[in-house]
């Protein structure tokens, strides 16, 4: 056992160092699931096997000290009690093999179930939703919101709060599942989305854009000219109460086409033209922008989100090591 562990062991790290090199896509819900069904599978041998097996060892070892001091008494030799104290430390503490596997499930199989069921950490890693959210934001995921999904497959399981416009969601990137992405909701199934002149509408309906100060980018040294939308909330077609207020950026001076659209699924349903972007929502889809409007690379370009590729909805900044005033809650 101690040599096949090792050699589970080196699979796992073997595994994680070729993903960290780049030399493959990892996935690390599933190296999650495997860690937990090993360890978990250790753990079990280890609670009906390799434990009792160790302390019935030490009970024989207690036993042949009793009836050895049997012995010498009836030779009429008194001899003080053993300690074995130190024998029942090295024979019952788990061996290396053990402690690096069983020793670890709880912890993973606590992590695990955490990530897959309840929240999950990211980081942001580019501007495309400023100013809502910062490079280098840390961000918790609530992973239940929309409801339950199995790890790894991604099977929705129980039903959960339906998409409502102007949530900010991570996903499943389409072009690529492997990568997470976020960005905010800005139209549900059946919804017509208008990206005209740096102007929003849905339904018909344009979404109200109020200037405020500018934003100003400590990191580009610069400022932006910055927005408040309120979007059109609900989760169908009918619903348009503007309830739901962000921030978001619009640069004037970008042109308002879109440029290097991909191929994607129901892209017959979108219209380009120099003005930007008409389309149409389908069943089960959803459309997604950025805050910062004109560094964002969203649906535009590559098309819509398919309710399976939903990971969770977006709400909390609990570090940002640059900034800790970033910390707290958003919209």
Request: proline fraction near 7%; glycine fraction near 8%.
């Amino acid at each position: 056992m101690p040599t096949f562990t090792a050699f589970v062991l080196a699979a796992f790290i073997g595994y994680g160092a070729t993903w960290f090199f780049g030399m493959h896509e990892g996935n690390f819900s599933l190296l999650m699931l495997m860690a937990c069904v090993v360890t978990g599978f250790y753990w079990l041998a280890e609670k009906f096997y390799f434990l009792p097996q160790r302390q019935r060892t030490f009970d024989e070892l207690i036993a042949s000290s009793e009836k050895r001091n049997q012995e010498l008494a009836k030779q009429g030799i008194s001899a003080p009690p053993e300690d074995l104290s130190k024998a029942q430390q090295a024979i019952i503490m788990q061996p290396w093999w053990l402690d690096w596997t069983a020793g670890l499930f709880p912890v993973i199989a606590t992590v695990f179930l955490l990530r897959s069921f309840f929240f999950e950490p990211f980081k942001i890693p580019s501007g495309s939703m400023i100013p809502t959210l910062h490079i280098g934001d840390l961000i918790l995921v609530n992973k239940y919101h929309y409801g339950f999904r199995l790890p790894v497959i991604n099977y929705k399981v129980t039903q959960g709060n339906a998409v409502q416009r102007g949530d900010v969601m991570v996903f499943r990137y389409p072009p690529k599942p492997s990568m997470d992405y976020i960005k905010r909701v800005v139209g549900v199934p059946g919804d017509e989305i208008a990206f005209l002149n740096k102007q929003l509408t849905v339904n018909g309906q344009v979404v109200v854009q109020q200037s405020i100060p500018d934003f100003f980018d400590a990191d580009q040294l610069r400022y932006s000219k910055q927005f408040e939308e309120s979007m059109p909330t609900g989760s169908d077609s009918t619903i348009m109460t503007p309830i739901k207020k962000h921030k978001l950026l619009i640069d004037p001076v970008v042109p308002s086409f879109v440029t290097g659209i991909e191929n994607f699924p129901y892209k017959g349903q979108c219209r380009y033209s120099v003005e930007g972007v008409i389309c149409k929502v389908p069943q089960g889809h959803y459309f997604m922008m950025g805050d910062n409007r004109d560094n964002s690379l969203d649906s535009r370009y590559w098309g819509f989100v398919p309710d399976a590729n939903i990971v969770g909805k977006a709400f909390y900044v609990w570090m940002n090591f640059g900034n800790l005033g970033r910390i707290g809650a958003f919209d």
